[in-house]
């Protein structure tokens, strides 16, 4: 049967079904996503002989990079059956599937995964590391909060989702989280509450989603699932009240997305000196049309740029020639034959253009091919925005 040819194409309600079963016997466990997701989302499946072997989600939704929304897609419930693995199915698999999201306006893609090492031979990078973070809730109360009396209500609201969005913008990689997060969220965590923080009369500056759980050998603790302070002030208050849950639940865990890379409040955080940090496999990022992503995204203003660079080829043979032009605020990827300053693999563009190389030392050693004062120039012009990815799928 292997010998029989595959074919992937778009899954209509019946081939999705199948599949939904498919994802439920290679991950051991039903997926949820998959058909909460699937409505919303491009829907993708190989099938041999009539049967279903392998399939994929692709979620349209912008992310931010630069304060702007590029149109993007998020690669979600990817599998493989068993007996098909081993042929690389799922590399073409996934290159049908970003062809179909790029047809559909893509310009970029992300996607999770605990394979790396071959999804970074496919051209894709990870722009950073992913940790949660717990401490005891008892550390929070013992830290000296400069509390101005934050209004604390329950349930989220408009201002709630006007606010997540504003500070979205504030770094590189967060959805702009579509009309369907909400209710996907409430499917997925159906414990979680959501609580809003305003100073007394004004509008709300923070908005917090936790849970409290009994962890497997951690016993109880407080997920924090999402955390957006407008500023120190009620990013404090946040953790103030987080230490409120003393009495009864003795861990607080920030989630692998509740929090950056580097946390927020890191001086009020680490101030308890009994912060702890897991590391997680990371989010990749791969760009689509790098012309296009250049264009869509946003730049700082204050940097006049004209660097003649290159690409490397997606097979890694060749290399297109470019100049990366940025002013006022815009930028412009256009073709170019002058001699090139620098050179780029596309995992590398990845990194660079979310914001990943946060020093010249970090890009050389990853590989970035041209003198310092060049790759200098080159990360001035990403660096003003950190990368982080909010949503897990």
């Keep these: ?29 039903p997926v949820t996503d998959v058909r909460l997701l699937g409505a919303h989302a491009d829907r993708r499946v190989a ?78 990078e990870a722009p950073t590391q992913v940790y949660s973070y717990s401490l005891p809730t008892d ?80 016993g109880r603790q407080v997920g924090v699932y999402d955390m957006w302070a407008a500023d120190h002030r009620t990013g404090a208050a946040m953790l103030a009240f987080l230490g409120r849950f003393n009495s009864r639940v003795p861990t607080v865990a920030f989630q692998r997305t509740g929090l950056p890379p580097a946390p927020l409040l ?12 897991r590391s997680w496999h990371p989010w990749m990022l791969r760009i689509l049309d790098l012309r296009r992503a250049v264009e869509l995204r946003g730049w700082p203003a204050d940097i006049d740029l004209d660097l003649p660079l290159e690409v490397v080829t997606d097979d890694g043979t060749a290399t297109e020639p470019y100049t990366l032009r940025i002013r006022d605020g815009n930028g412009e990827l256009a073709p170019d034959s002058r001699k090139p300053r620098l050179t780029l693999t596309r995992g590398q563009f990845a990194a660079w253009y979310a914001g990943g190389y946060r020093s010249t030392t970090a890009a050389t ?20 925005r950190e990368p982080w990815l909010a949503d897990y799928f």
Aim: hydrophobic fraction near 40%.
């Design 266 to 277: 890191p001086s009020l955080l680490y101030r308890g000196g009994d912060l702890s940090a």
């Design 365 to 384: 050693l990853a590989g970035v091919d041209a003198d310092t004062d060049t790759v200098a120039q080159l990360l001035r012009a990403a660096a003003e």
């Design 47 to 124: 099938v041999r002989d009539g049967r279903v072997v392998a399939g994929g989600l692709g979620l349209l939704v912008p992310q931010y990079f630069g304060g702007r929304a590029v149109p993007a897609a998020s690669m979600a419930c990817g599998s493989v059956a068993a007996e098909e693995r081993g042929d690389r199915l799922a590399g073409r698999l996934l290159s049908e599937r970003l062809h179909a999201v790029q047809n559909q306006g893509a310009v970029l893609a992300t996607l999770w995964t605990a394979s790396n090492g071959y999804t970074r031979r496919l051209g894709w």
């Design 139 to 218: 550390a929070l109360t013992r830290l000296r909060f400069d509390d101005p009396g934050f209004e604390i209500t329950q349930g989220t609201s408009e201002q709630v989702h006007h606010l997540q969005d504003d500070l979205a913008r504030q770094w590189n990689g967060p959805w702009q989280r579509p009309a369907w997060w909400q209710n996907w969220q409430q499917h997925q965590h159906p414990d979680v509450t959501t609580y809003r923080f305003n100073p007394p009369g004004g509008t709300v500056t923070g908005a917090l989603s936790v849970a409290v759980e009994n962890h497997p050998g951690q």
């Design 1 to 29: 049967m292997a010998d029989l040819p595959v074919s992937i194409v778009e899954a209509d309600d019946e081939l999705w079904n199948e599949y939904d079963l498919l994802a439920t016997r290679a991950f051991g466990k």
